[in-house]
């Protein structure tokens, strides 16, 4: 089971210099699964997916990025045994407070979502496809002086206190728009 990223940035060990992800705290990613219209001033958690992201380098943006991380129809299904089966998860979302069948609705809104992508992975920041995956066991070289190693910067998650921004792209990928996360619904700034 896929656990979630607690990376806040990296950092060189020799030089010091660090990279931190973009977009700030307090900021959540989603798929919408209507599409947008630009009258919209708001949208329903009902038609929102999370995405499911990871940290990257990436080449277009010459910085540290989250991307997209698409799993397989496969593991996703592997995922919806696994809550059927009482098991929790934390990825595609956090399935402690919520009743079995609905998490198996939203996985079954992932899995049809998953069937019509066809998009590969895109960086969230740049939408381009340039970029290296960042795991904790590869060694990330610091192009700029010789030899020099990133290493990761956990994140210090207390409880964040302030207002949840919600970047929102289409199913497959392309920003659209940015919005308020509110309890019931995003409301999308004009
Ligand atoms: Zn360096
Ligand atoms: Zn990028």
């Not at 060189?12 to 973009?22: A, H, L, Q, R, V």
């Not at 989603?30 to 080449?59: A, G, H, N, Q, T």
């Not at 990330?140 to 970047?167: K, M, Q, T, W």
Request: aromatic share 12%; charged share 25%; net charge negative.
């Amino acid at each position: 089971m896929r656990k979630l990223y607690d990376i806040d940035s990296i950092r060189c060990f020799k030089c010091g210099e660090e990279y931190f992800f973009p977009h700030g705290p307090g900021r959540v990613y989603y798929y919408s699964l209507v599409e947008i219209e630009s009258s919209m001033d708001r949208l329903e958690y009902k038609d929102l997916i999370s995405v499911i992201i990871k940290p990257v380098w990436c080449f277009d943006c010459e910085a540290a990025s989250v991307a997209e991380d698409i799993p397989t129809i496969r593991e996703f299904e592997h995922t919806y045994k696994a809550v059927s089966d009482g098991v929790e998860i934390e990825v595609p979302f956090c399935s402690s407070n919520i009743p079995v069948k609905e998490s198996q609705e939203i996985l079954k809104s992932y899995i049809s979502w998953k069937m019509n992508r066809v998009a590969g992975e895109k960086c969230l920041h740049c939408g381009g496809a340039n970029f290296l995956t960042i795991t904790e066991e590869m060694n990330l070289i610091h192009d700029s002086c010789e030899d020099g190693v990133f290493c990761h910067r956990l994140a210090a998650r207390g409880p964040f206190n302030g207002p949840i921004y919600a970047r929102v792209y289409s199913a497959d990928g392309e920003f659209k728009l940015e919005g308020n996360a509110n309890y019931s619904h995003v409301s999308v700034n004009k």
